[in-house]
């Protein structure tokens, strides 16, 4: 829990080399925690089915990765759809070893390697062991004598004894086959000297920028986040770095730029700062990419029920998610805003924002980052690509591989938070969804809890965000005396009996009610009425709920059928929760679930 801050704070004086040193001693530190949490079952972790998929796992145990990105050709004719991925790769023994560049040609299912690519540098010492921070970007449109659809690839090169830290670029003319090494852009030192994570975009005039972070100014800034430019498709770029983010404050340490443009025009930068807790991320907007104000810190990016980031953001725009489109932020870490302890969805959940960034939600990321191991710096420098049209996103990422082993990248897709929403389990797994207690699994298309007790075992899935929806599930009671059912509007959600806020609607065979509860860390029956027919263990129910406003109408259906049951309609006047995710929980049994949808109401 502790290790990722550990190594990402002391990232300033030493990237990966030191960041080891801290990871072991962070684990003895985290292992204690863990035993002292695991006491109060008020804090648990939140668990999932999914681990998401291997993209990538190393041949040998000097291998080491991290820090995985990937783009969808836009610009290629025929390549068009083709998913291109890489990662950082080096040696801990000081082999030399290349970037690997995967593709794939359904979406993000299947991966294949490409291409190799090499340190481009050549003379003593060559070539180096650290092929550290990628970055692939595509050309939109022509840029100088390159046409749209040549792709770049920048590095960081690093030698085995970190004596020093290289931009080098390279060019693609046939969507990622070969490369061709073009130049080395920047030159740094070694730690408290360096230079990191570079990122290309295109400004409003379209021209090529390339933010990184800066350690060379360190007596007045620990760090810095500057830009370069290129007006010739990458051949040249200018000398001066400009300064994009440069707190006077010497300690504060801003890091780690991600930059995407906005459907106005406008750019929103995401980055960490770590002379604060945790690394927090925060963003701050340029009209056109190139000027920004580099006094401004921009803002802390923290949600609505008091959730924040931290360490290595990354942050894109997607076309899904209302008029304008939406924001998806992750980062390594998920913190309380109150505590600045590690939050139940750590490593398990991204940020969105429907009116680009003023506000700020949470849903449950694609897949669970596994994060056990010491030797894997899990989740450092996530990815996200939007599907074409906003619905979905996916995650990549390195997570640990066991508890005791090196990295392994991986991936996965799921709804991006947005409505309308349906999952009736057909990839066999519960991605993108969030457990609290229980025992989840999948199988032919059926959500099963299988612990029962009486914590209150919930899953959920959505967004925060959301508010006025209808939502339908079917549910059936698998035991004796339970009462299960579905949750709206749910947020701030721990592990316990009723430790969310939120409203529950449930079914009870003890007197064979439907029943409506408001839950805030205590339980308030608002509303129960008789079945008819009864509830019966064991039989297939549909639950529709709206909720539009301050009112909660459910209706209880056989599945299958359209006759109703039982139905009520309950005005909650003090309209405690407007907005918040859907769920299914169970309680003093266990129950099985299936065909969950969810659709707007205006």
């Not at 022509?142 to 970190?162: C, E, Q, R």
């Not at 398990?348 to 449950?364: C, E, I, N, Q």
């Not at 009610?513 to 549909?542: F, S």
């Amino acid at each position: 829990m502790i290790y990722g801050a550990l190594s990402r704070s002391t990232a300033s004086l030493n990237r990966h080399f030191t960041k080891r040193i801290w990871l072991r001693i962070g684990i003895i530190f985290v292992l204690v925690v863990l035993l002292i949490t695991s006491i109060n079952s008020s804090y648990l972790v939140v668990r999932a089915n999914t681990s998401g998929n291997v993209v990538y796992t190393p041949t040998s145990h000097n291998e080491a990765l991290a820090y995985a990105r990937m783009i969808r050709l836009q610009h290629s004719g025929s390549e068009n759809g083709t998913l291109l991925a890489t990662f950082e790769h080096w040696s801990t023994d000081g082999t030399p070893v290349p970037f690997i560049i995967l593709q794939s040609k359904d979406d993000g299912r299947t991966w294949s390697k490409l291409a190799e690519v090499w340190d481009g540098e050549s003379g003593d010492g060559h070539p180096w062991s650290h092929m550290w921070q990628p970055f692939l970007f595509e050309f939109p449109r022509a840029i100088g004598k390159y046409p749209a659809g040549t792709l770049l690839l920048v590095g960081n090169v690093v030698p085995s004894d970190y004596s020093a830290t290289h931009f080098q670029l390279w060019r693609s003319l046939d969507h990622g086959r070969t490369w061709k090494y073009v130049d080395t852009i920047q030159t740094g030192g070694t730690f408290g000297n360096g230079i990191w994570e570079p990122f290309l975009i295109l400004d409003s005039k379209g021209r090529l920028i390339c933010f990184f972070s800066d350690e060379r100014d360190s007596s007045n800034h620990s760090q810095f986040i500057g830009h370069i430019v290129s007006v010739d498709g990458g051949d040249t770029w200018s000398r001066n770095v400009v300064k994009d983010v440069a707190s006077p404050v010497q300690p504060d340490r801003p890091g780690m730029p991600v930059v995407t443009r906005l459907p106005d025009g406008k750019y929103v930068m995401a980055f960490e700062v770590c002379g604060r807790a945790n690394c927090e991320i925060r963003i701050k907007y340029s009209n056109d990419g190139y000027r920004w104000d580099p006094k401004n810190l921009g803002t802390l990016v923290e949600t609505t029920d008091g959730r924040y980031l931290g360490h290595s953001p990354y942050i894109v725009w997607s076309k899904g998610g209302g008029q304008n489109g939406q924001l998806i932020l992750v980062a390594q870490r998920v913190y309380q805003t109150v505590s600045h302890d590690p939050a139940p969805e750590d490593y398990r959940a991204m940020f969105v924002s429907t009116d680009l960034g003023k506000s700020w939600h949470w849903a449950p990321t694609p897949f669970e980052v596994q994060h056990d191991s010491p030797d894997c710096n899990a989740n450092y420098s996530p990815a996200l690509l939007p599907s074409e049209d906003g619905s979905s996103v996916r995650l990549m990422a390195p997570a640990s591989i066991g508890d005791s082993g090196p990295c392994s990248i991986r991936t996965y897709s799921a709804n991006a938070g947005v409505l309308p929403y349906r999952d009736n389990f057909v990839n066999e797994n519960d991605s993108g969804w969030n457990t609290y207690g229980g025992c989840w699994s999948v199988s032919n298309g059926i959500y099963y809890e299988t612990c029962g007790g009486t914590e209150g075992n919930k899953s959920l899935a959505g967004s925060t965000g959301w508010s006025d929806y209808l939502l339908k599930a079917d549910v059936k009671l698998t035991s004796d005396r339970v009462n299960a059912g579905v949750l709206v509007r749910v947020t701030n959600p721990h592990v316990g009996a009723d430790s969310h806020n939120g409203y529950y609607i449930g079914l009870d065979p003890t007197d064979s009610t439907v029943l409506l509860g408001r839950q805030n860390y205590a339980y308030v029956q608002l509303e129960r009425v008789p079945v008819r027919g009864g509830v019966e263990v064991g039989v297939w129910y549909t639950l529709q709920v709206s909720v539009r406003r301050n009112k909660i109408s459910v209706s209880v259906f056989p599945a299958g059928s359209n006759s109703k049951v039982a139905s009520f309609t309950y005005t909650d006047h003090t309209n405690a929760f407007p907005n918040g995710m859907i769920g299914v929980r169970d309680f003093a049994g266990t129950a099985a679930f299936r065909s969950i949808y969810v659709q707007s109401l205006p």
